[in-house]
């Protein structure tokens, strides 16, 4: 069996990955406004959800991880274990703005530039 050449499809996640990071903010906005939005919390989880799951079939290891880690704060939400605040919504956003950053030092390698 060949293997697969992950490479041929790195734009098409980065593409993916961008929407997935945009949805997330998009949703963590409406969440700042109200906190018990299920719907918004939901989307959080499934776009951290699948990012972090094509993350992790791409090689990103470090962009996986800070998604699993927005999962499970999404999961812990949605199940009532954890009660969202704005100190949890600012830090979900930091963490977007860092995988924003992680993901252009993927699309652009050190030394190269856009």
Do not use: R
């Not at 961008?18 to 018990?36: Q, R, V």
């Not at 499934?46 to 991880?65: E, P, R, W, Y």
């Amino acid at each position: 069996m060949t293997p697969i050449d992950l490479g041929s499809y790195k734009s098409i996640y980065l593409q993916t990955a961008k929407e997935y990071i945009n949805s997330m903010f998009l949703n963590c906005d409406k969440l700042s406004n109200n906190l018990s939005d299920k719907e918004a919390i939901n989307q959080v989880h499934i776009s951290s959800h699948s990012l972090k799951s094509q993350s992790q079939v791409m090689g990103f290891t470090d962009i996986a991880n800070i998604c699993l880690n927005i999962e499970e704060m999404s999961n812990d939400a949605l199940k009532g274990t954890v009660q969202l605040n704005t100190q949890i919504i600012s830090g979900i956003k930091k963490s977007l703005k860092e995988l924003e950053e992680m993901l252009k030092q993927a699309k652009y390698p050190e030394g190269h530039s856009a």
